[in-house]
């Protein structure tokens, strides 16, 4: 089916969104996609339509719609220093999920999200407060606060770069998963850079980029098809 452009309202206003589903009927499990510090550009609208064409119906929110980037920037990592799992983000995720489980053909009961950099730093503290979501892929992120919320978290499928400040969040991340025997599966790319899953972006790293995604649709399969 073609793409659309959907609003989701949030306590604020409305967000604009991107989604996309598979052309078989339903019901889907389905996917919130979260951006990382660049927006919603074609990058993210890419890994929609990849996650559709593998079965899943997959909804991009702009967390940046309407609102000035650098000051959202500001108040987000505000919020994910100090009030890392019940900021503004998280809750504009949360309306985000609702709109996405009332869909016509989504499985309310099948939901999950992947999210990237700041995206997925927000993909693990929402996981902490959230049981409609099966399982998330953050994708060099930073963990929530304090870390050992993970213990609440849903199954987690994490993928990182070495070469990158992420590298030892996901070794603690790791550390903390293994402690709450949380289902996990997190790996570190020895080679990688931050950034090494957009294919538009100068830190692209194709092996390591195309063994995060299946590694990511195993582990998406086990909890959702």
């Not at 304090?146 to 400040?165: H, I, N, Q, T, W």
Request: include cysteine; aromatic fraction near 10%.
């Amino acid at each position: 089916m073609p793409p659309e452009t959907l609003s989701i309202p949030v306590a604020s206003g409305e967000l604009s969104s991107y989604y996309t589903r598979p052309d078989e009927a339903g019901p889907w499990p389905a996917i919130v996609v979260i951006h990382e510090i660049n927006g919603l550009n074609d990058n993210i609208r890419d890994i929609a339509r990849r996650f559709a064409g593998q079965g899943y119906a997959a909804l991009a929110v702009d967390l940046f719609h309407g609102r000035n980037r650098a000051v959202c920037m500001a108040r987000f990592m505000g919020g994910m220093v100090l009030n890392s799992l019940n900021n503004r983000a998280i809750k504009d995720l949360k309306a985000t999920l609702t709109h996405l489980a009332g869909l016509p053909g989504v499985d309310p009961e099948r939901l999950g999200a992947i999210g990237f950099c700041m995206g997925g730093s927000f993909a693990i503290a929402w996981a902490c407060t959230d049981e409609r979501l099966k399982v998330i892929a953050p994708y060099y992120s930073m963990n929530p606060r304090p870390l050992d919320a993970v213990a609440r978290s849903c199954p987690v499928v994490g993928s990182f770069p070495e070469k990158d400040f992420t590298a030892g969040a996901a070794r603690k991340l790791k550390e903390a998963l293994d402690m709450s025997d949380v289902p996990h599966d997190i790996k570190i790319y020895p080679e990688a850079r931050h950034s090494f899953f957009n294919d538009q972006g100068d830190n692209y790293d194709p092996a390591a980029s195309e063994e995060a995604w299946q590694r990511t649709l195993a582990f998406f399969g086990e909890y959702l098809l």
